[in-house]
C-alpha cells in the first residue's frame, strides 16, 4: 500500500492512461490533437464512434488544444452514436473528465461566459447533468444547470477570470440520480465539489452535450479556453478503504481553538465561549457572529496514510465569507482549498506526497472569516494517527479588530498576519480578534481560561475612534479597563500595545477627534502604567512603521482603495515580518552574546571568549574575525583594553552587563565604549561624577540617581531594545533610568560598529558580557529622573544660574522649564521647545514635545476666562515618554467658550 499512489487519484486524474488499475471502461476520448483549424464535429474520437455537430468557434489549434473564442452566438452542440451497449441508457455510472488548459474570461460581460459539457436526454430534450466553467459577478465558479437551475460548487476567487490546469471529474450514477464533482488545480490531489441530483425528467442518456456562452455581449474579443482533452468511461475507481478517525481521538491537535467543543453536529473550532457567543454584542464589544469564525486556528494530525479525508459542515445562519483552507506539511505549504458559502460541506482530500510514504505532520489553517464544522476524519485501512506533541514552546494571544481577525486577506486564516508571525515565531497563537470589535475587556476576560500565555499582542482601538459617541476620555477609560483586566488574569504575560496602524483617514468626520489624539490616548494609558512599574508593559507606535502601502489597494496594484484602514495581503505579510521583528528577542531570547570572564587566559591578548548560558558557542553570530586584548590582565581580571577584529552586525539592539571597580571616582570616567572607527561616535558607559551614565556621541542618554562613592565591585548594565525603541539603565540589579525613543534603531551615527573598548579610564573590569539583544533583568523599578539629577549631570559650562527657576539664557523658559520640554538652559531655544498655539482649519491646538516622562514630570493644560481663575475648566493631564509630541484640540475642552490656556509643569 505505501509503495502505491493512491487508486482513486490515479483513475481519477489519468483516467484513461491507467485504466487498467481502475474498474473503469473508456467509452470516448477526444485528445484534440488534429491538425490546426479542425472544427469540434471533425476532432479525432481516439476510443469511441461519436461525434458532436459543427461549432464554428470552437476548433483545434495543431498544440493539441480545442480552442473555443467569442462568436455573434451560443452554441449548445450534441455528440450523437455513444459507444454505449445500447446506444442509449438510464443505468450504471460514468465518468466525465475534462481539463481546461487556461481561460481567459477577463473582458466582455461580468456575468454569462461559460462553457462545459453534460449527458443529454434528446427524446425529452433536456441536459440529465451539465457541468460548466461559469462567470458571474466578475469572478469564475465551477457550476452545474439541471432542470435549467444553476448551482454553484466552487467560488474560484475574487476578481479571479482567469485560470490555468484545471481538471473537471464527475461521477454520474444514472441508478442513484446523483453526480458527485471532483476537480483539482495543476497537479494537486482532487477535491470533492460535492453531490448534486441530477434531472427529474431527463431520464435516458443518449448524447453528450457540448455549450458554450460565447456571444459578443458575455465573451470578449480576446476571451478564450482552451480544452486540453475530454473523455468518457463507465463504472467507477476502485475505491479506496478508509477508516474513521473518532473526533474525541487525542492525535486530532487543535490549535488556536480554546474553547473547541465535540457535540453530535462534530467538532467545533470555537475561540471564545458562550459568555461571548450568548451575550449582546454591545457588551461584549463584539459582534457574537463575527467571533464565532476560526481565523488562526488550525487542526494538526501525524500519520503515514497515503491519503485523508476531512469531511466539513457549515450552519447556514453562521457567518460565512468563503472559506480558505491551506494545507502545510512538515512545515511548508502544500495548497490551499478553497469552498465557496453556497457549499453546505465539503471533503478536503490530503496526500502524501513524501516517497517514500513516512510519517507526515499535517497542519490544515482553517478559514478566516466562516465557522466550518468537521464532521469526520478518515484515513486509510491499516493506517494510524501518530501521537504527537505539537504544542508550541511560546503562547501568544491577540487582541483586537478586523486588522487582525483577517479583514483584507480574503477567508484565508494563513494569511493574515497574526498567523504569518506565529509561524515564523514557531508559537502557538490564539488570534481573539473580531471584525467590528472594539475595545474589549470582556474578551480579555477569558484570559482566565488560557493558563500561562507568553505574549499578549494589543492593536484594537480603531472603532473607539469612530462615532460621535467616542471621545478621549472614554477611549481612555476603555484601555485602561482591558489593561486591568490582562493583569488580572495574566500577571506574567509581556504585553505589546500598540497605537493605531497608519490609516488613509485622519479625523473622524463624526466626533472631530484626530487619529493622532487617539494613539496619544493610548499611549498615554500604556506610558503611565509603565512608569507606575509594569516593566512588562511595552508601547509600540505602530503608526511609525506602517504606511499606505500597507493598506488594500485596487486590481492594478497602484490605485489605493476606498478602505482607510485594512491591509491588504502584503501588507499583512509586512506587518507579520514587523511583529516577529519586535517580539523575536522575547520568543527567542539566546541571542549571540560574547562572554569574558578573563579567568582562561595566560595574558591580556587571548582572553577566551566563553560559551553562552545555552552552551552554545555564539560569538561568531555577533563578531567577525579574529578579537584580541591589546591590554593587561590579572588575576582574572582585567584593566584598560582595546578589542581588535570587532564587528557588531546588523542587529542594533543590544546589552552590555560588566562589573566594574573604580580606583578613584571624580568627573567622567568611561568603562565602556562601542564606537565606529572611521568617524569616532558611539556610545559609551562612565561614572559622571559617581552617577551611571550612558551618552551618545558625547550627548547625555540616560543618567543614574545613584551616586558610588567606594571602590568596590559594581554590576552595571545598558539595554538597547530597538524593537520597543527603549534605552535602560542598570546598577546592580535596579532599574536606575528608562526612556522611550522615535527612532527604530541606533542613530546612524553609531551604525557600522567596528570598535570597543573595556576599562578605559581607572576602571578594572571583570565577568563581561556583551548581546547584540535586549536582555530581560530582573530589577526593580527605579526612581524618577528628578531635576537634581538632570542638572548634576547637565554641562553647564560655567554657568551658575542653575537653579529650577533661573533662566541664564532668558529665552523666556525657566531651568525647570527647559528640563520638562528637553531644551537646552543655556541656549536661546524656546522657539523650538515652548508649547505653540496652531490651527488647522477653525480648531486650535496646542502642541509641544514632552522632554521627559509623564512619570517624571506632571504635565497639565488650564484654562482661565480672565488670566485670574485658572480653574474655570477642569485641567487636562498629560500623559506620555519621552519625545512625545502632544496635540490637544482646544475646543474639546472649552466647549464653545472663550478661554485663555497655558501649559504648566511640576
Not at 460565512?320 to 478553497?338: C, I, K, P, V
Not at 530589577?779 to 551658575?800: L, N
Not at 481663575?869 to 475642552?893: H, Q
Request: charge should be negative; glycine fraction near 8%; aromatic fraction near 10%.
Amino acid at each position: 500500500m505505501k509503495t502505491l499512489l493512491p487508486t482513486l487519484l490515479l483513475c481519477g486524474l489519468h483516467l484513461f492512461t491507467h485504466f487498467a488499475d481502475c474498474a473503469i471502461t473508456p467509452l470516448e476520448a477526444w485528445e484534440f490533437n488534429d491538425a490546426a483549424a479542425t472544427d469540434l464535429a471533425s476532432a479525432s474520437n481516439s476510443i469511441g464512434t461519436a461525434s458532436f455537430t459543427q461549432s464554428t468557434n470552437t476548433a483545434t489549434n495543431g498544440a493539441g488544444l480545442l480552442v473555443a473564442s467569442q462568436d455573434t452566438s451560443n452554441f449548445f452542440r450534441d455528440a450523437a452514436n455513444l459507444s454505449v451497449p445500447t446506444g442509449s441508457t438510464n443505468t450504471g455510472t460514468y465518468q466525465l473528465e475534462f481539463k481546461i488548459a487556461s481561460a481567459d474570461l477577463s473582458s466582455g460581460d461580468i456575468s454569462g461566459a461559460n462553457i462545459g459539457f453534460g449527458f443529454r436526454d434528446s427524446v425529452a430534450a433536456q441536459d440529465i447533468f451539465l457541468i460548466r466553467l461559469q462567470k458571474q459577478g466578475g469572478r469564475l465558479y465551477l457550476s452545474t444547470r439541471i432542470d435549467n437551475v444553476s448551482s454553484n460548487l466552487v467560488d474560484f476567487g475574487a476578481n479571479v477570470t482567469t485560470l490555468s490546469n484545471l481538471t473537471v471529474r464527475c461521477s454520474i450514477d444514472l441508478d442513484s440520480d446523483q453526480a458527485e464533482v471532483f476537480y483539482s488545480i495543476d497537479t494537486l490531489p482532487e477535491s470533492s465539489a460535492g453531490t448534486v441530483a441530477l434531472s427529474a425528467t431527463g431520464t435516458t442518456w443518449d448524447r453528450l452535450r457540448y455549450v458554450s456562452n460565447a456571444n459578443s455581449t458575455d465573451w470578449g474579443a480576446t476571451d478564450s479556453v482552451e480544452i486540453d482533452y475530454l473523455r468518457i468511461g463507465s463504472g467507477a475507481p476502485t475505491p479506496i478503504a478508509y477508516d474513521t478517525v473518532p473526533l474525541t481521538s487525542s492525535m486530532l491537535y487543535v490549535q488556536g481553538a480554546q474553547f473547541k467543543t465535540i457535540d453530535a453536529a462534530g467538532m467545533h473550532f470555537l475561540r471564545f465561549n458562550n459568555t461571548i457567543y450568548d451575550s449582546n454584542g454591545s457588551v461584549a464589544k463584539m459582534s457574537p457572529s463575527n467571533a464565532k469564525t476560526t481565523s488562526g486556528a488550525k487542526l494538526t494530525l501525524y500519520t503515514s496514510s497515503p491519503t485523508i479525508r476531512l469531511h466539513f459542515d457549515y450552519d447556514p445562519s453562521d457567518e460565512n465569507r468563503d472559506s480558505q483552507f491551506a494545507l502545510y506539511q512538515n512545515g511548508e505549504f502544500t495548497r490551499e482549498f478553497y469552498v465557496s458559502r453556497t457549499q453546505a460541506s465539503t471533503i478536503i482530500t490530503i496526500e502524501n506526497l513524501s516517497d517514500p510514504l513516512e510519517v507526515i505532520r499535517h497542519d490544515i489553517a482553517l478559514p478566516s472569516w466562516s465557522n466550518p464544522i468537521l464532521t469526520q476524519v478518515d484515513i486509510e485501512t491499516g493506517e494510524t494517527l501518530i501521537a504527537a506533541d505539537p504544542i508550541r514552546p511560546k503562547r501568544i494571544v491577540f487582541l483586537g479588530d478586523s486588522i487582525s481577525h483577517g479583514t483584507g486577506q480574503g477567508s484565508a486564516g494563513y494569511k493574515t498576519y497574526p498567523f504569518i508571525a506565529g509561524e515564523k515565531l514557531n508559537a502557538q497563537i490564539f488570534n481573539m480578534a473580531v471584525g467590528g470589535a472594539k475595545i474589549s475587556p470582556p474578551a480579555a476576560d477569558l484570559l482566565q481560561h488560557f493558563g500561562e500565555v507568553d505574549i499578549i499582542w494589543i492593536l484594537v482601538g480603531y472603532n473607539n475612534w469612530q462615532g460621535a459617541s467616542h471621545d478621549i476620555p472614554t477611549i481612555t477609560a476603555e484601555y485602561e479597563s482591558l489593561l486591568t483586566t490582562i493583569r488580572t488574569h495574566q500577571p506574567n504575560a509581556k504585553v505589546f500595545c500598540n497605537t493605531l496602524i497608519y490609516s488613509r483617514n485622519s479625523v473622524d468626520a463624526e466626533s472631530g477627534v484626530t487619529i493622532d489624539q487617539a494613539r496619544d490616548a493610548i499611549a498615554g494609558v500604556v506610558n503611565a502604567r509603565i512608569h507606575a512599574g509594569d516593566q512588562k508593559l511595552y508601547l509600540i507606535r505602530s503608526e511609525t512603521f506602517t504606511d499606505d502601502s500597507y493598506l488594500i489597494f485596487q486590481a492594478d496594484g497602484v490605485t489605493p482603495s476606498t478602505d482607510p484602514v485594512h491591509m491588504g495581503v502584503a501588507g499583512a505579510e509586512m506587518f507579520a515580518d514587523d511583529v516577529y521583528r519586535i517580539l523575536k528577542p522575547h520568543v527567542f531570547p539566546t541571542g549571540a552574546t560574547a562572554h569574558w570572564d578573563f579567568n582562561f587566559n595566560t595574558n591580556g591578548n587571548n582572553a577566551e571568549n566563553r560559551v553562552t548560558e545555552d552552551g552554545v558557542d555564539e560569538a561568531d553570530l555577533i563578531f567577525d574575525g579574529e578579537i584580541t586584548f591589546n591590554g593587561k590582565e590579572s588575576e582574572g581580571l582585567i584593566g584598560r583594553a582595546q578589542v581588535t577584529g570587532f564587528s557588531f552586525g546588523n542587529d542594533r539592539s543590544l546589552s552590555v552587563e560588566m562589573k566594574i571597580k573604580m580606583s578613584t571616582i571624580s568627573g567622567q570616567q568611561r568603562f565602556f565604549r562601542m564606537f565606529n572607527n572611521a568617524t569616532s561616535s558611539g556610545i559609551y558607559l562612565a561614572l559622571q561624577n559617581g552617577q551611571l551614565a550612558a551618552k551618545l556621541n558625547g550627548q547625555s542618554l540616560l543618567t543614574g540617581t545613584t551616586t558610588i562613592a567606594d571602590s568596590d565591585w559594581h554590576t552595571v548594565a545598558f539595554t538597547w531594545n530597538t524593537e520597543t525603541n527603549r534605552a535602560s539603565l542598570f546598577l546592580d540589579g535596579t532599574l536606575e533610568a528608562t526612556q522611550l525613543y522615535p527612532s527604530e534603531e541606533l542613530p546612524s551615527t553609531v551604525q557600522d560598529i567596528d570598535g570597543l573598548t573595556i576599562g578605559i579610564i581607572d576602571a578594572t573590569v571583570d565577568d563581561v558580557k556583551l548581546s547584540n539583544r535586549a536582555l530581560e533583568f530582573n530589577t526593580t523599578a527605579g526612581a524618577s529622573v528628578t531635576y537634581s539629577t538632570w542638572a548634576s549631570g547637565f554641562d553647564w559650562q560655567g554657568e551658575t544660574l542653575t537653579a529650577r527657576t533661573d533662566n541664564p539664557d532668558n529665552d523666556g523658559l525657566l531651568n525647570f522649564e527647559e528640563f520638562s520640554y528637553g531644551g537646552n538652559p543655556i541656549a536661546n531655544d524656546a522657539a523650538q521647545k515652548a508649547p505653540q498655539l496652531n490651527s488647522t482649519g477653525s480648531d486650535l491646538h496646542i502642541e509641544f514635545t514632552l522632554g521627559r516622562d509623564s512619570a517624571d514630570v506632571d504635565y497639565s493644560l488650564e484654562f482661565s476666562n480672565d488670566l485670574k481663575d485658572w480653574s474655570s475648566v477642569t485641567p487636562l493631564n498629560v500623559y506620555g515618554s519621552a519625545n512625545d509630541s502632544v496635540s490637544v484640540r482646544i475646543s474639546d475642552y472649552i466647549q464653545g467658550q472663550e478661554a485663555f490656556v497655558r501649559v504648566t509643569t511640576q
